[in-house]
T-cell receptor
Framework: DQQVKQNSPSLSVQEGRISILNCDYT??????FLWYKKYPAEGPTFLIS?????DKNEDGRFTVFLNKSAKHLSLHIVPSQPGDSAVYFC???????????FGTGTRLKVLA | DSGVTQTPKHLITATGQRVTLRCSPR?????VYWYQQSLDQGLQFLIQ???????AKGNILERFSAQQFPDLHSELNLSSLELGDSALYFC????????????FGPGTRLTVL
């Protein structure tokens, strides 16, 4: 049972444009969400997080939006840069647990 | 560099064998997590230790075990290896045991032939 889903395995975007990566979840108890970026041959790197008490969190070019009623979150990257090309994982957790549930990842390719 | 180290980087072994993967957390982090990433799969949580004690278990097979030592480094032991155990194994660490950000090591790529 995949509780966190990233339905788009890949995405290509032109440099300078907006990249939107999507993530859906099924467990309404999740109250903390994160995005990780992963380059080949490296471990995932934390990018940005959001608590369920918020619906938006920004950090520079990265913004995460949370729609609790739709059980959906998205990561916006504006403007996209070639160095953003990587696999992006969303992850979810809830209070009282000690583990993240990861999605299967979306491979983003930013074209120069 | 996340500050989390994992050894070895690559491991090639045969079916039926046993291997040990090692992880050193970031300085000051008390929690260590192990994840498995098979081909085209997301990261599957295996197990978590906090300050030497097991705190949470995920989809960890009975053939796999882990421990965290007094110096907080952790080892993941995989035995009776099967072809399907070939994967990337990541270790992550965090300060406490809650929803703190987890920082990942570079991973160990295990190939079972």
């Amino acid at each position: 049972d995949q509780q966190v889903k990233q339905n788009s395995p890949s995405l290509s975007v032109q440099e300078g444009r907006i990249s939107i990566l999507n993530c859906d979840y099924t467990n309404s108890m999740f109250d903390y969400f994160l995005w990780y970026k992963k380059y080949p041959a490296e471990g995932p790197t934390f990018l940005i997080s959001i608590s369920s008490i918020k619906d938006k969190n920004e950090d520079g070019r990265f913004t995460v939006f949370l729609n609790k009623s739709a059980k959906h979150l998205s990561l916006h990257i504006v403007p996209s840069q070639p160095g953003d090309s990587a696999v992006y994982f969303c992850a979810a957790s809830y209070s009282g647990t000690y583990k993240y549930i990861f999605g299967t990842g979306t491979r983003l390719k930013v074209l120069a | 560099d996340s500050g989390v180290t994992q050894t070895p980087k690559h491991l090639i072994t045969a079916t039926g064998q046993r291997v040990t993967l090692r992880c050193s957390p970031r300085s000051g982090d008390l929690s260590v997590y192990w994840y498995q990433q098979s081909l085209d799969q997301g990261l599957q949580f295996l197990i978590q230790y906090y300050n030497g004690e097991e705190r949470a278990k995920g989809n960890i097979l009975e053939r796999f075990s882990a421990q965290q030592f007094p110096d907080l480094h952790s080892e993941l032991n995989l035995s009776s290896l099967e072809l399907g155990d070939s994967a990337l194994y990541f270790c992550a660490s965090s300060v406490t045991r809650g929803t703190d950000t987890q920082y990942f090591g570079p991973g160990t790529r295990l190939t079972v032939l």
